[in-house]
Each structure stands twice: as structure tokens, then as C-alpha cells.
């Protein structure tokens, strides 16, 4: 069974860095682009960075050029490092395949970021 285990959130202040990771169980992983999505409270989830199986990233405007996604394939995980974090940065973060499979949704991270 395919789960996804996202850890790495927590607080810190405006300016400041995190890195989170996601670690994929079985086959599911070597096989799909990855991404990381974020919700925010009383927002939609949105998709904010995601890399293909050969490396090829992408990210939302909001969070280019202060963000990377990473994958070792070889461990089955993915990462995202967060720098000049943005109070508008906060947000539960998650992991998932890109397009998202729904039944893989995990417990996701919290990230807040204060001013």
C-alpha cells in the first residue's frame, strides 16, 4: 500500500528557512512526477513546486526563485527547500504524484511562518 509521510514543518520567523521531505512507501514513487502542494487556511490546496522522474522542475509564481524541489529517487523521498519564507507561506504542506491521486493524500506538514 502506497503512503506518503511529509515531515520538516514547523515555525519560524519571516526571512527564515525550512526543508521539508516526503517519504514515499512501495513501487508508487520511481514512477511519478512528484510535486508539493500547500493549503492554506480557508484556501483551496494548491500545487507550488514538482519534479518529473528525470529531474525537470516547475514552480508557481508565488514561490519562484525561494523555493526547490529535489528527489532521491534512490530513498524513495522528496523535498522541498523553503528560503525568505513569507507569513503568506503558511500553510499545511503536502506531498503527492503530479497529477494527485487522492487516496495517497497524507497528514501533511505545518508550516507557519510569523511576522
Known amino acids: 500500500q502506497v503512503q506518503l509521510v511529509e515531515s520538516g514543518g514547523g515555525l519560524v520567523q519571516t526571512g527564515g528557512s525550512l526543508r521539508l521531505s516526503c517519504a514515499a512507501s512501495?513501487?508508487?514513487?520511481?514512477?511519478?512526477?512528484m510535486g508539493w502542494y500547500r493549503q492554506a487556511p480557508g484556501a483551496q490546496r494548491e500545487l507550488v513546486a514538482q519534479?518529473?522522474?528525470?529531474?525537470?522542475?516547475n514552480y508557481a509564481d508565488s514561490v519562484k526563485g525561494r523555493f526547490t524541489i529535489s528527489r532521491n529517487n534512490a530513498k524513495n523521498t522528496v523535498y522541498l527547500q523553503m528560503n525568505s519564507l513569507k507569513p503568506e507561506d503558511t500553510a499545511v504542506y503536502y506531498c503527492?504524484?503530479?497529477?494527485?491521486?487522492?487516496?495517497?493524500w497524507g497528514q501533511g506538514t505545518q508550516v507557519t511562518v510569523s511576522s
Open positions: 503527492n504524484a503530479v497529477p494527485f491521486v487522492h487516496r495517497y
Open positions: 512501495g513501487r508508487f514513487f520511481g514512477f511519478n512526477a
Open positions: 519534479i518529473t522522474i528525470d529531474g525537470n522542475t
